[in-house]
């Protein structure tokens, strides 16, 4: 049924809410027994140990002898007998306050935790709220400066585009970049492309390629990658084993890597369980404090974590960014690296992605995104980022805007492009020389100046097949790269490439929450978190806001007065304002004073809406005399506030109605003997004012002059953030006004002539 | 030689004299002029069982036990070659081994050929445990 004239049976705001983005996620009601639970199941067990004789015999209400897998691999290596039974006489409320007390140091939480259960950890976080999570986790995080990780992938696998792409990603500051591929032979040549690409520039990004778990391992050993991440873990025995691992195989993998000085975490996070259907009805917090437990027993360095492909899911149930942030927290206090997810796309709605970032920004991470989208969303191999190379400087801004460090670095446009034809030469040269193909010029230009895949004429997925065939089938290593990198002069680069398979040898980048740093390793070790509240931890220097501050397209004063000063010449042909000495009050009365502001036409010369200021004025003119007043204009010295600019104007009309009138475009209609703020008609939206509009004003003021009262004059502003857009230039523009006021100095009668003959 | 704290770390700084490489190469000799050369493969770019051994210390001193004890695991297998590693990590997934045998016998390959003890009795656990948790099942 629809109400008769409108054609509507709703409130039309529901069909407007339903057409906005966030409408296409979809929300799924809480149901524990069926998984769909953040913080809290029915079916999660109590949290308990029992110690006998030196050993864990009982855990969160499970008995030794019947342990499954995780419980046995938790108790074994996980808990501490000598700590377990401190630890856990502890309650819940009580951690959590140590958690969120700046006085209590991190050492002494992350030495409990080696005596807490799962149950318990999950327990304890759960007493926090969202804010509260988000301190805790940057006062816990392990190493102290913040850092970020970025994919560098395409949906043609073109190893010329993955490697300009990954050189703009170490441009941009990412500390590591992870690779994947469409087509899962194609791993080799998109391993040895981005090899290449993060080796311009500087080194010292870390760069991984995630594949299946053997061939992973294999690229490592080649030398074209120095970390891997995708090395899953799950929090129930039944989506382990689906999962096609368990935790001894995980935990050999894990020292295989080690084996080959190749750094390398875990990963683990909400919803995989869920998605996997061995959920066992428990929450997602505590299955995933039972992975946290496990990769800590596993004795790996660090975790992706934070729902990585399961934070969709997850953030489909009440409380589920709450629950990432607190599996997040786990993580660091279990003294994990964490590379905070932020990574799988959770939503269609801005708003949504803004929020979610927000709070990790703030806190810093390890790694804030373990995935930050440096492609746009369609060259993803992952599926879109949480933030993507669309929304990239948005979260530039987001670094200027809370003064946060992100981890990444403004990047000017000659910069980029530079890195990106130094990649594709670089790239270009190493495929020629170890003759796995042969670019072309042309391809190398598509590439160089293409935003995404869809604007190449490069390689296709189908050559990137033959070119991994022959890297695998030849047993080419990076060592191969770096000579024919040196071969074709690319020393630097070869010197980049070294540099980082090099690392290898001290191992210090195993230790936990490395990265490389201006050619250091930088970790939880020589440089631990150290936060105890204001003027501890995690300090911006000043070189440091320099660089988050330098984002392109900035005004200054410089800029305004200069764009100004490109409209003097042909304002001087429009118009000539000749003063004609102090303005004395008018008798006439039909008569409408305008009143113009101090710089209007000596100083500022255009609107903000982009008119000649004498467009302006004559459209006001114009209305006045059309609607049968006249017109006489004042130029105010003592004032340029729109407000007493009318009132003044007002005081000298013979009327008693005048028109204040700033140069920027700002006006309002008052009458004498009215207050400065109660006036008839204002427009203070000059950036979409009209000259239309001006002389409707002027119209209406003469109106008002002879005692009519006229439909005010509505100027629709669209909804547009004026604020946003025209501020920053408004501000600057009415201080070059105010600078030129004059206290107590008289209004000046002016003769304005329009015309050719203007400048006369 | 008395262990390592944090206090050597990064090793590559405090300790560069003490770094070598798998093939015994010292890290001084390992530059991008030797690779360049041919004088230096991957095997010269390959982590020493002692470093890690170094490392484990300074982990331990740092307060993480569990990743001194990874690391002392992977010094058991920096020697191993990588096909014995691929098989060992094989024979752990799920449903592989048909029984606990196979999996006890690969950990006798590696204490007997490699001197790898920790993670031959680290595979003999999980042969035990695989046959509690009953994961010697048909899966593909």
Not at chain 1, 78 to 104: F, G, K, N, Q, S
Request: hydrophobic residues 45%.
């Amino acid at each position: 049924m629809t109400v008769q004239g409108t054609g509507a049976n709703r409130w039309q705001r529901f069909a407007e809410w339903d057409a906005r983005p966030l409408r296409l996620d979809r929300f799924a009601r809480e149901d524990p027994e069926q998984g769909f639970s953040a913080m809290k199941s029915p079916k999660d067990p109590a949290p308990g140990v029992q110690v006998s004789g030196g050993r864990i015999t009982g855990m969160d209400g499970v008995a030794e002898a019947d342990f499954d897998m995780i419980d046995r691999f938790i108790a074994t290596y996980h808990l501490d007998p000598a700590i377990a039974p401190e630890a856990m006489a502890i309650p819940a409320l009580d951690l959590a306050r140590m958690l969120v007390d700046m006085t209590v140091p991190r050492g002494t939480l992350t030495r409990l935790a080696q005596g807490l259960t799962p149950a318990r950890l999950a327990e304890a976080v759960s007493h926090l709220s969202a804010l509260e999570i988000a301190f805790a986790y940057s006062k816990m995080r392990a190493r102290r400066v913040p850092g970020n990780q970025g994919h560098v992938t395409n949906a043609k696998d073109d190893p010329l585009q993955l490697a300009a792409d990954a050189a703009v990603a170490v441009g941009l500051g990412f500390d590591e970049i992870e690779t994947t591929q469409r087509v899962a032979r194609n791993a080799w040549s998109n391993a040895l492309a981005c090899a290449v690409g993060a080796s311009v520039g500087r080194w010292g990004t870390l760069f991984q390629c995630s594949s299946e778990e053997a061939e992973e391992l294999r690229i490592a050993m080649a030398g074209f990658t120095s970390y891997a991440e995708t090395v899953s873990v799950y929090g129930s025995e039944g989506a382990f084993i689906d999962g096609d691992d368990t935790p001894w195989s995980k935990a050999f993998l894990t020292a295989a890597y080690a084996s080959r000085g190749v750094k390398m975490r875990c990963t683990s996070g909400a919803g995989a369980e869920l998605l996997m259907g061995f959920h066992q009805s428990q929450s997602m917090l505590y299955l995933e404090s039972r992975c946290l437990c496990l990769q800590r027993a596993m004795g790996v360095q660090g975790t992706q974590n934070g729902g990585i492909d399961g934070a969709p899911v997850t953030m489909s149930v009440q409380g589920g960014a709450r629950e990432l942030m607190a599996e997040n927290l786990i993580a660091v206090w279990l003294d994990l690296e964490c590379a905070s997810g932020n990574d799988a796309r959770p939503t269609e709605s801005e708003i949504r992605v803004g929020a979610k970032i927000a709070p990790y920004l703030l806190a810093g991470s390890d790694l804030i995104c373990s995935g930050f989208g440096s492609i746009l969303k369609y060259d993803n191999s992952f599926n879109p980022s949480l933030l993507n190379g669309e929304e990239l400087e948005e979260f530039l801004v987001l670094q200027r805007d809370f003064e946060a460090d992100g981890g990444l670095t403004p990047l000017g446009e000659d910069k980029a492009l530079d890195l990106r034809r130094r990649a594709l030469d670089a790239i270009s040269a190493v495929l020629e020389e170890l003759d796995l193909a042969r670019p072309t010029a042309a391809m190398r230009t598509s590439v160089a100046f293409a935003s995404g895949s869809n604007e190449t004429q490069s390689f296709t997925a189908g050559d990137a097949s033959m070119m991994s065939a022959a890297i695998e089938a030849r047993g080419i290593d990076v060592t191969d790269v770096i000579r024919a990198l040196h071969k074709r002069g690319f020393v630097d680069e070869a010197q980049n490439l070294f540099n980082l398979v090099r690392l290898r040898l001290s191992g210090d980048y195993l230790q936990t929450s490395a990265l490389i740093r201006g050619g250091r390793v930088i970790s939880a070790v020589n440089d631990p978190n150290d936060y105890q509240g204001p003027g501890s931890g995690y300090r911006i220097s000043a070189e440091r806001r320099d660089e988050i501050g330098a984002i392109r397209d900035q005004i200054s004063r410089t800029e305004v007065l200069r764009s100004q000063a490109i409209f003097e010449q042909a304002e001087s042909r429009r118009v000539l304002y000749e003063a004609q000495g102090d303005a004395d009050p008018g008798t006439a009365t039909g008569e409408v004073v305008i009143g113009i502001s101090p710089a209007f036409g000596i100083r500022i010369f255009q609107s903000l809406a982009g008119q000649p200021v004498s467009a302006m004025l004559d459209a006001v003119i114009r209305g006045i005399i059309g609607a049968g007043g006249t017109a006489r204009v004042v130029r105010m010295h003592h004032t340029a506030d729109t407000s007493f600019l009318g009132l003044c104007a007002a005081g000298l009309a013979g009327s008693g109605v005048g028109i204040g009138l700033q140069a920027k475009g700002t006006a309002v209609i008052h009458r004498q003997g009215r207050l400065p703020h109660h006036n008839l008609e204002l427009f203070s939206n000059a950036p979409v004012t009209t000259l239309a509009h001006y002389g409707q004003l002027g119209a209406n003021a003469a109106a008002y002059a002879f005692g009519r009262s006229p439909e005010p004059i509505v100027v629709p502003t669209g909804g547009i953030a004026l604020g946003a857009r025209f501020h920053a230039e408004v501000a600057m523009l009415y201080a070059v006004e105010t600078g030129l006021c004059e206290d107590g100095a008289a209004p000046s009668e002016l003769r304005v002539r329009f015309g050719k003959d203007a400048a006369a | 030689m008395t262990a390592l704290s944090a206090a050597d770390y990064p090793m590559a700084e405090k300790r560069p004299e003490s770094i070598r490489a798998r093939s015994g190469k010292p890290m001084q000799d390992i530059t991008l002029e030797a690779v360049v050369a041919g004088s230096v493969g991957m095997a010269d770019l390959a982590i020493h069982s002692e470093t890690l051994l170094r490392q484990a210390e300074i982990a331990r001193s740092a307060g993480r036990p569990t990743l001194a004890q990874n690391f002392e695991r992977a010094a058991d297998l920096v020697e191993v070659p990588q096909d014995l590693v691929m098989r060992a990590y094989e024979i752990l997934r799920p449903g592989r081994a048909q029984s606990s045998a196979e999996i006890v016998a690969v950990a006798a390959t590696l204490r007997q050929a490699h001197g790898a003890n920790r993670i031959a009795a680290f595979l003999e656990e999980a042969a035990e445990v695989y046959e509690k948790r009953g994961l010697f099942r048909f899966r593909y």
